[in-house]
């Protein structure tokens, strides 16, 4: 199902791009942060956490007494927690 959205809703853009129509290149230049920017900052966020779960196993969290992130929820948090800052500088820059 989501394969056939993904399918429906990014080949006409696609398509209009490789055609080179002044709309797709308008909303591409116009939005380059949002359509370009954050899914790569969705990507760097995840290397990120990865090269981390890769090179120190477990990631585990804890904000002072009051909670304790592990098991799954650690590179969740952390992931999150990444591409809000990734975000962010997006955001301060543009």
Known sequence: MALAQSIVFTLPVAVASWKQE?????????????????????LA??????????????????VGQLVEFSGASGPIVLWVLCFCAMASGIKLVR
């Not at 990120?48 to 969290?61: N, T, V």
């Open 22 to 42: 002044p709309w797709a290149r308008d909303l591409v230049t116009d939005h380059f942060p949002a359509i370009i920017g954050l899914p790569a900052a969705a």
């Open 45 to 62: 966020s995840f290397l990120i956490i990865a090269a981390f779960e890769a090179r120190f196993d477990k990631i585990k969290m804890k």
